[in-house]
């Protein structure tokens, strides 16, 4: 076993609440006392500066990168490694950098005209009408996409205690929903503001 296979091991021990298997090159090393609850095979591990940076930021793109497998129930895994959380490395400074590494306009600019502006046929494709482009809410099992986001936003009002005549300003309002519903149920104005063209 090499150093960084060493170390990763050692890091991941931190996290023995509840008995898992860490697979690593076909390797199994048990963590935590007692039968194991759920394995987790790293197909690669994460870069040491990624997990000392954010560890749920490391570890959650890993897995989104298919670098991490979990071997039995997802979501008791997910509860562990959740649980505890006061164990997860988080260097705020370095993470600030990552999460705000567009430091000029122009930069920004670039980067929301890359993503947003590659027509908006593609994002009709898997977004409901209200082309709203984050989570919705689902208040039933059975509502639609579109359903979820219409109680999104008016949840979101509700909150804002509108009324006629107001002017609702949204920094980056993406296609503008939340302003148009804004406007028809409350009567208020709406002002967008998006660096995108096609938005």
Not at 37 to 48: C, D, E, G, W
Not at 59 to 65: N, R
Not at 163 to 180: A, P, Q, R, S, Y
Request: aromatic share 12%; hydrophobic share 35%; proline share 2%.
């Amino acid at each position: 076993m090499n150093l960084v296979d060493h170390e990763f091991i050692k890091y991941m021990s931190r996290f023995d609440d509840c008995p898992f298997t860490l697979v690593l090159h076909g390797e199994r090393h048990q963590i935590g006392e007692g039968e194991p609850a759920f394995s987790v095979v790293f197909r690669q591990i994460p870069k040491v500066k990624e997990l000392m940076t954010s560890t749920s930021l490391a570890l959650g793109e890993a897995y989104m990168d298919g670098d991490i497998q979990v071997e039995g129930e997802l979501y008791p895994a997910l509860r562990h490694f959740m649980g505890q959380m006061g164990k997860f490395s988080t260097d705020t400074k370095a993470l600030g950098k990552l999460m705000f590494s567009s430091v000029s306009k122009r930069n920004q600019k670039k980067e929301v005209c890359s993503h947003y502006d590659i027509g908006n046929d593609f994002y009709r494709l898997w977004l409901d009408e209200t082309l709203s482009y984050s989570c919705g809410y689902f208040k039933r099992e059975e509502d639609t996409l579109y359903e979820a986001q219409c109680n999104k936003a008016d949840r979101i009002l509700k909150k804002l205690y509108l009324k006629e005549g107001m002017t609702v300003c949204d920094i980056g309002c993406g296609w503008g929903f939340l302003l148009l519903r804004a406007a028809k149920k409350y009567k208020v104005r709406g002002v967008g503001i998006t660096l995108s063209r096609e938005q």
